[in-house]
């Protein structure tokens, strides 16, 4: 809550349903959390064609008209492979061709890992952070680990399957949703933001 007893309101940039409930559910009941498609009519496609998290994160938090009572929120987030110089980086969620499905970025991963020994690995997630149309900041999480050889693990989305975090030796897919969201790379900057709220 902020100073005057009211709940903070928090936009967030993103129609990705598992985004959303992961952030809810980190957040609490401390704020008030909505989507974006809660609170426009208007669904805006943002081209994500940065080089840069940054760029991609402040692309979406400044596409829609700011209403004067929610602070906007966007993330970017990726995954870094340390063998692969980065990648898939920036392209996470197209890294097997735009549309392609979670499952189907996993299977060309490991496929690219094949044979490798170095699979040091960390997830990194860049939140932007639209006060104003001037004033726009930015909070940083991440967490380090490595690619597993294999799929496990039945909750989490898109790399969960198959990223294990450093301290750990089963997938955040595995691990489930209550150790995740302690210690993932949103959580990291979810805690940030709430830092940069003053919450």
């Known amino acids: 809550m902020n100073e005057g007893g009211l709940l903070m309101k928090l936009l967030l940039m993103t129609q990705n349903k598992h985004k959303v409930r992961e952030c809810a559910q980190i ?18 496609s943002v081209l994500e064609d940065g080089t840069t998290f940054e760029e991609n994160a402040t692309k979406k938090v ?10 906007y929120v966007a993330e970017d987030s990726g995954l870094l492979v340390s063998a692969l110089d980065g990648a898939p980086g ?34 990194i997630a860049v939140m932007a952070v639209r006060f104003s149309d001037t004033d726009v900041r ?21 790399y969960d399957p198959i990223f294990i975090p450093a301290g750990f030796d089963q997938s955040f897919a595995s691990l489930g949703e209550g150790v995740k969201n302690d210690i993932s790379h949103r959580s990291q900057a979810l805690s940030a933001l709430m830092t940069l709220l003053s919450l």
């Open 62 to 71: 400044m596409a829609y008209p700011k209403l004067s009572d929610w602070i």
């Open 90 to 123: 920036v392209q996470s969620a197209r890294y097997a061709g735009e549309g392609a499905s979670s499952e189907a970025c996993c299977e060309k991963l490991l496929l690219n890992l094949e044979g490798v020994k170095d699979r040091s690995a960390s997830f």
């Open 138 to 158: 930015y909070v940083t999480g991440h967490v380090s680990g490595e690619i597993a050889t294999d799929f496990s693990g039945a909750s989490g989305f898109g």
């Open 27 to 44: 957040l609490g009941s401390d704020v008030s959390l909505k989507s974006v498609s809660e609170v426009f009519d208007t669904r805006l």
